[in-house]
């Protein structure tokens, strides 16, 4: 599921393929390169991708992800998505792609004849596809990786100042604007034709528009089937899979939805043995999968800073690679399939929306401290017209979708670009079915967990009495855990007493403070300062001492540790001269 680069400039396929192994050299197993008088193209493929290219004499494809066919297999040579996307491509007309290939991928036909290029995105941008021009020579370049992308098109010093602010303050750009000037993000569920460097044609096959569901079980029904029959397709009967299970239900549906006939190898990712891993460990047992406990070193991300923050780009946070080099150790790569339990919360239990869920509201910023005041009023424009847009498309559910749409601006994204590159994940409440039944579920159904629960609950039975690694127990609604929730409560935190493990960390991801606070984080911000970085154009403060004591007193820790990624990214996209 790696990535690609495309210009239409010719006998320059070396240089994209340095740039690609620049930013995924740690995960690419080998970089295909080739040119001709239709231009040049470079595919990273990693060891656990399978081909990414297919030709004939007419065109040749590249399919980054690995969506499922929903076509008849007899409509392929082998049903394989690669040769499908090829073969439907070459077809004249629009596609209905969203009934057609089910998931995350970025499909691009290139002719021979230099014309009727044809690209294709997924349905909701989960694998996203960038647009720029050679600074240059104005050619196009095309892309699944926003810092290769700009570094291609020679535009990696071209920061936007207001895009780079908006960064710093809500972790996205309003799509379609990128960091770079000049680069922009390709729109979900997006078709687009090109002949040479002119775009010809553009469409989407498919928006989120607001259609409810008749009533809440019609709405959990449906994402209850969607899971099933996503998870029969993926892995099927006498199949083997792999998957990320932590110590809350989202992947814990995932695993009770999966066929018992499927060999499963569940694994578990903390700093320590805690009530994350227990919980977990009793929740495999229950399903009858075999489970492994991996623990992080204690400096895992900084150790992992440089090569995290390459592979994700300024589109995803660093922080979220968790299973960077941890991956080898466990050989997740070798399996056929790893399932995830990602965007649940995202389309099932509104986990972005507002506190205020009036769709009118404009957008509220984060403490804006240290950023220069006029840029921030341009980060306020832009995040009032682009609610004005999603307004006229979901006037109810504007401010829920405001932060998720398309899928690559969700805070937490990295969590899926990172592990795509690094083994064959697969998660299942990204399928196309989930997604137009998020849309259609109006949020006062998703909050509470009304929705999950009531779709999930059959996939709990089996592990009924083991609860959440937080106070209650998954197979029970809002209802049935309060009277239960202090008894929970109290026993655990004797149970941790007992242990000597009271007050200590006892979930799975690290507190982003203790990351910031130690020694190895100091010790990256000497080695990358920020003030003098390109991103230093954004800030009030030049002196580097004075700005950090500014973000250091008034920003979350995530939002610090963006700000030194994106201060390294944008010196060393700047300092590059391919």
């Keep these: 599921m790696s990535d690609f680069l495309f210009t239409t400039q010719s006998a320059c396929s070396a240089r994209l393929g340095r740039v690609l192994r620049e930013y995924l050299g740690p995960l690419t197993g080998d970089v295909e390169e080739i040119e001709s008088d239709w231009g040049s193209l470079a595919v990273a493929r990693a060891p656990h991708d399978p081909p990414l290219l297919v030709a004939d004499d007419r065109a040749r494809t590249v399919l980054a992800g690995r969506p499922l066919v929903r076509a008849p297999v007899a ?67 095309l892309g699944t990786h926003l810092e290769g992308v700009a570094c291609a098109a020679r535009r990696g010093a071209a920061i936007d100042p207001v895009s780079a602010a908006e960064l710093l303050l809500n972790q996205h750009c309003v799509p379609p604007r990128t960091l770079y000037d000049g680069v922009e993000l390709v729109a979900a569920a997006g078709e687009v034709t090109f002949d040479g460097s002119t775009q010809v044609a553009s469409s989407t096959y498919w928006e989120p528009r607001e259609d409810a569901f008749s009533d809440l079980d019609e709405a959990a029904l449906s994402v209850r089937e969607a899971l099933r029959e996503n998870l029969n397709a993926a892995c099927p009967p006498g199949s083997s899979a792999g998957i990320l299970l932590s110590g809350g239900e989202d992947a814990r549906a995932v695993l009770g939805a999966v066929s018992p006939d499927v060999d499963v190898s569940a694994f578990t990712l903390a700093d320590e043995e805690n009530r994350e891993v227990r919980v977990a460990r009793a929740a495999a047992r229950a399903y009858g999968a075999r489970f492994t406990f991996a623990q992080r070193k204690p400096d895992h991300y900084p150790a992992i800073f440089e090569d995290a923050a390459r592979i994700a780009g ?3 946070g660093f922080m979220d690679l968790h299973y960077l080099r941890i991956h080898e150790e466990l050989r997740l790569a070798e399996l056929p399939i790893v399932l995830g339990g990602l965007c649940s919360d995202l389309f099932l239990k509104g986990g972005r929306a507002p506190e205020d869920p009036d769709p009118a509201l404009p957008f509220r910023l984060p403490a804006t401290d240290g950023i220069r005041a006029e840029l921030v009023a341009e980060v306020r424009d832009r995040r009032v017209a682009r609610r004005e847009r999603l307004l006229e498309l979901r006037p109810r559910s504007a401010a829920e979708w405001d932060q998720v749409w398309p899928g690559s601006i969700w805070v937490y994204d990295g969590n899926f670009q990172g592990a795509r590159r690094m083994f064959n994940v697969h998660e299942p409440y990204q399928c196309n079915a989930m997604i137009r039944a998020a849309s259609r579920t109006p949020l006062e159904w998703k909050q509470e967990r009304r929705l999950f629960h009531r779709a999930m609950r059959p996939f709990f039975l089996r592990s009924w009495y083991v609860p ?96 030194l990624q994106l201060g390294f990214l944008t010196a060393h996209a700047a300092g590059e001269r391919r």
């Design 314 to 316: 300024a589109t995803s």
């Design 75 to 141: 409509a392929t040579e082998d049903g394989q998505p690669l040769s499908f996307a090829h073969a439907r491509l070459g077809e004249p007309g629009n596609a209905s792609w969203d009934t057609l290939l089910d998931g995350p991928f970025a499909a691009l036909r290139i002719e021979h004849s230099g014309k009727g290029h044809r690209l294709v995105t997924d349905l909701f941008g989960w694998l996203p596809v960038y647009r720029g021009t050679d600074r240059q020579t104005g050619d196009l370049v």
């Design 468 to 563: 959440h690694a937080r106070t209650r127990f998954p197979v029970l609604g809002r209802w049935g855990n309060a009277p239960l929730r202090p008894f929970l409560r109290a026993g655990r935190e004797l149970g941790e007493l007992l242990r000597g493990r009271a007050f200590k960390h006892q979930f799975g991801w690290p507190k982003p403070r203790h990351v910031v606070s130690s020694p190895a984080t100091a010790a990256l911000r000497e080695r990358h300062p920020l003030a003098s970085s390109p991103l230093g154009v954004v800030f009030d403060e030049t002196d580097e001492s004075r700005l950090w004591q500014q973000l250091d007193s008034a920003w979350h820790p995530r939002r610090r540790m963006i700000a």
